[in-house]
């Protein structure tokens, strides 16, 4: 369990208390437009079973947050194990479009966009409203790196983003090409087996985003990136690092964050830390070698459009 477990929770000064979405001036979201999910790699929770995603104990919930009393979340989870049901919810693009401010937005903190029982043309939605949401930063995490590659890579998907964006926004729906200048694609990477897996799909779409980056976090075994730090263009690769936490969590060791962190150093790379972790999220802190650790990307720092 992780960080995420205040989805949904107002924070002080942002709408979501995780904290790699604050990015500087802008405000930090989540939007949640898929629900459910199964596990897939030791990241979901180790060792895989009940009561380590945080986002299938949250799912069926009947605490203090209570989210299975809710439509959105009902059926999809039960006893902290899902159930196989995934829910889809387009209307929160409308919020995206009606946001005015600019925002950094974590598209599904509850679920995967790239579940294979989430249709194309859902996914093709939502980078429709990437696209026409161009004064927001979208960061898409998944684990499906096999998705990532074959749909979002494929010549057809930027065909279906245009019909989307068409039917979204009409006839006078804004063009785009690759790379979209707002849109970050990512993979989780908990330990060797996965990166060697996840990270040449990444590579594979690295044209199609200005941003790509990797969330290490739960970090459960040592990582080395560094065969993959040269295979993006400079400044756009951005890496992400912590421990797990909640229930039954798994200690990171500090000496692999530190890998993760200097290797990151060696290559120019901006290395965030998220927490060390322990039975709450903010339990290790978010301290390592008693520095906090916050870079972000280039693209965190582009201009707005005009």
């Keep these: 369990m992780a960080e995420e477990s205040l989805a949904g929770l107002t924070a002080p000064k942002h709408g979501t208390a995780i904290g790699w979405t ?9 939007l949640i437009a898929v629900t459910g999910c199964d596990p897939v790699s030791p990241a979901c929770g180790a060792p895989l079973g009940p009561g380590y995603c945080y986002s299938a104990v949250l799912s069926s919930s009947h605490g203090p947050i209570g989210l299975a009393k809710h439509p959105k979340y009902q059926g999809v989870a039960v006893d902290g194990q899902f ?21 950094t937005i974590f598209e599904d903190s509850m679920g995967d966009w790239l579940h294979p029982k989430v249709p194309d043309e859902f996914v093709a939605l939502s980078m429709a409203v990437t696209a026409g949401t161009l004064r927001h930063n ?30 979204r926004y009409g006839p006078s729906a804004p063009l785009f090409d690759w790379p979209l200048p707002n849109l970050a694609l990512g993979v989780t990477v908990e330990d060797q087996t996965w990166a060697e897996r996840r990270m040449p799909e990444l590579v594979k779409v690295a044209d199609h985003a200005s941003c790509c980056f990797v969330s290490g976090e739960p970090l459960l075994a040592e990582v080395d990136l560094t065969p993959w730090m040269t295979r993006f263009p400079a400044g756009q690769l951005w890496i992400i690092g912590g421990g797990q936490s909640g229930k039954d969590y798994q200690p990171v060791d500090l000496n692999h964050l530190r890998r993760l962190r200097d290797d990151c150093n060696a290559h120019g790379v901006p290395f965030y830390l998220k927490q060390i972790g322990g039975p709450r999220p903010t339990s290790g802190g978010r301290t390592l070698d008693g520095r906090e650790h916050e870079e972000f990307p280039a693209m965190a720092y582009r201009e707005l459009p005009r």
């Design 22 to 30: 604050h990015w500087p001036g802008t405000k930090g979201e989540t």
């Design 83 to 103: 159930t196989g049901l995934i829910k889809l919810h387009a209307e929160v693009f409308d919020q995206a479009d009606r946001w005015q401010k600019r925002r």
């Design 138 to 167: 979208w960061l898409k995490l998944s684990k499906r790196h096999a998705r990532l590659g074959s749909l979002i890579g494929s010549p057809r998907f930027r065909d279906l983003v245009l019909t989307q964006s068409r039917r």
